[in-house]
């Protein structure tokens, strides 16, 4: 009789066991560091670097939608009255259209626990004022990196990136870049963008950026929107 006791109590006990949620492991900055790739190519962590979205630098106790040096918040995130800290970061990754509805996040969020934590103790360490700014992805190719890519200031890009010519016939871009080489791009492939920023192309010296990750998509990057048209010649 004893032993069957034990034995019920036994197997209730692994039951329990079973049925418990698995310990979280300790936030890890490095795993940290790789989920923040998903976020690299739209946030900078140089201050008052911005990109698709804001810069991140020194954004623990900065109110949402604050940073002067970034223009296109929404009014959804200017008029939430959020100040950012552990607890409100880690709802909006989780899930920013229901933390914030309205805002123009396109991001669906982190839904995983740990690869939250481990981002936000990444996050924590490279945004502080004078803090390491820790390099960001990016990267294509031979055509260098994205903007939001580190380094990347296309004033200074080399001569295979520095753009000599744009020529379009039928559905077809052809890019002839410095150092003599012409590049074909179908027409939904290419995109036409402006920078004007301090990182950005001299006038009248538009950069090739890769865009993609089969080396088939590409950025031209001018240093404002009426050099486009005039830069670009019709040729069969």
């Given at each position: 009789m004893r032993r069957r006791y034990l034995t019920i109590a036994l197997a209730a006990a692994g039951l329990a066991f079973a049925i418990a949620p698995a310990r979280s492991a300790k936030p890890d900055s490095?795993?940290?560091?790789?989920?923040?790739?998903?976020?690299?190519?739209?946030?900078?962590?140089?201050?008052?670097?911005?990109?698709?979205?804001?810069?991140?630098s020194a954004v623990w106790n900065r109110k949402a939608g604050s940073l002067a040096s970034f223009p296109r918040y929404s009014s959804a995130l200017k008029s939430s009255g959020v100040v950012w800290n552990d607890k409100t970061l880690d709802e909006w990754i989780k899930?920013?259209?229901?933390?914030?509805?309205?805002?123009?996040?396109t991001f669906d969020g982190v839904k995983e626990d740990q690869q939250r934590a481990d981002l936000l103790a990444f996050l924590k360490d490279a945004t502080k004022t004078g803090g390491p700014q820790t390099a960001q992805q990016g990267g294509m190719g031979g055509m260098g990196g994205m903007r939001g890519g580190g380094d990347l200031n296309l004033k200074t890009v080399g001569s295979e990136q520095r753009v000599r010519a744009v020529t379009f016939c039928k559905?077809?871009?052809?890019?002839?870049?410095?150092?003599?080489?012409?590049?074909?791009?179908w027409d939904r492939n290419?995109?036409?963008?402006?920078?004007?920023?301090?990182?950005?192309?001299?006038?009248?010296?538009?950069?090739?950026?890769?865009a993609g990750m089969m080396g088939d998509r590409?950025?031209?990057?001018?240093?404002?929107?009426?050099?486009?048209s005039s830069f670009i010649k019709p040729e069969c």
């Open positions: 490095a795993r940290g560091q790789k989920v923040f790739g998903a976020c690299a190519a739209c946030h900078s962590l140089e201050p008052d670097r911005s990109m698709t979205g804001p810069s991140l899930d920013p259209q229901h933390f914030i509805p309205g805002n123009d996040m559905d077809t871009f052809r890019v002839t870049t410095v150092d003599g080489k012409t590049r074909a791009f290419l995109r036409l963008k402006v920078d004007g920023s301090d990182d950005g192309p001299g006038k009248g010296a538009p950069a090739l950026v890769g590409a950025d031209v990057i001018f240093a404002g929107p009426e050099e486009i």
